[in-house]
């Protein structure tokens, strides 16, 4: 008998559990190039919708429901659920789950892509991201006005452990300040990938943002121009960082910017830049921890 290449045994194994679940999901064959891994397990939704502490006059913005495992949860606690989804297929699914019960008056779903909506006002966000949106979305979030309360949201593993990453940990970077600058975030639960389906590739934590409310006074553009400077080579002392020439011509161009638009110092922008310019080096010789290293607070002090 011939032998069956193991490359054909494996497309053969894909093939055959695309149609398992092609059956259980009711006939629907879920796209996992946007992202779509509905999470199945009834335990890990419940604890999900219970760290949110819900109240029944809370408005809840959920993003990529799905076929609504979470949904029907979320509508039975809030007075309102806000649902994105791109897909029409799971927005005609998830109409029909709720159709003819109480239920149905208090879900309005937006269909599209949630990173290029207006979101309305919600008090509380709960979601299964598709992960390829999480950083965009986590600051699209972290920017809405009014505040909201809380967002519970599943993230893939290693995005959700360089939110919460310290001075000093492997993913500590870029991402860990910017949002524990702007929230208070913690990591509530690990989630398996079978608890999905289709699973991913990946492992999930489940991560709970808080906005500070009120945010702190600084410009948040130039505040993300500083981290970005600085995390390059994450490696390196800060002193060593603003040592560099493109970062110093980098610096007078947006100072000569900044006085441009603001109409001060006309004739003296060239004089001026490099005087700031000098006095950023200044400051910057005191530092000489990298920047993985340093705090939060060590950083506003520097701002």
């Known amino acids: 008998m011939p032998k069956v290449k193991s490359g054909a045994s494996g497309r053969r194994r894909e093939r055959q559990e695309q149609r398992r679940e092609l059956k259980r999901a009711g006939g629907l064959m879920f796209n996992k190039g946007i992202g779509q891994h509905i999470l199945k397990n009834p335990l890990i939704v419940n604890s999900i919708i219970d760290k949110a502490a819900l109240r029944p006059t809370d408005v809840v913005l959920e993003v990529g429901p799905g076929t609504g495992n979470m949904t029907v949860k979320l509508l ?17 699914e998830l109409h029909k789950r709720v159709q003819g019960t109480p239920m149905a ?7 599209g892509d949630v990173l290029k909506a207006d979101l309305p006002f919600f008090d509380a966000c709960v979601a ?10 986590v600051f699209k979030l972290l920017l809405h006005r009014p505040f909201f309360r809380c967002a519970i949201l599943m993230f893939q593993r290693e995005f959700a452990l360089r939110l919460v990453a310290k001075p000093g940990d492997k993913l500590y970077c870029r991402l860990s ?10 990591h509530l639960m690990k989630v398996g990938k079978n608890n999905f389906r289709p699973p991913p590739k990946v492992e999930s934590s ?5 906005p500070k409310n009120p945010p702190p006074p600084i ?3 130039e505040w993300d121009g500083l981290v970005r400077i600085t995390f390059v080579r994450k490696n390196k002392t800060l002193s060593a960082a603003f040592k560099s020439s493109a970062v110093q011509q980098l610096l007078e161009k947006n100072y000569r910017i900044h006085c441009s638009i603001h109409n001060t110092n006309g004739e003296g922008h060239e004089r001026t830049a490099i005087w700031q310019v000098q006095e950023v080096k200044k400051k910057m010789r005191r530092c000489y921890q990298p920047s993985k290293q340093m705090s939060l607070k060590m ?5």
């Not at 489940?206 to 808080?210: D, N, W």
Request: proline share 5%; aromatic share 8%; charged share 25%.
């Open 177 to 186: 300040i910017n949002t524990q600058l702007l929230a208070r975030v913690d």
């Open 128 to 137: 299964n991201l598709p992960y390829q949106i999480s950083s965009p979305f």
């Open 105 to 111: 008056s208090k879900l309005q779903v937006l269909v």
């Open 219 to 221: 410009n948040f553009q």
């Open 206 to 210: 489940v991560v709970r943002i808080e």
């Open 299 to 303: 950083f506003l002090r520097m701002k």
């Open 76 to 92: 039975e606690k809030a007075k309102k659920v806000v649902a994105c989804e791109l897909d029409p297929r799971l927005v005609a």
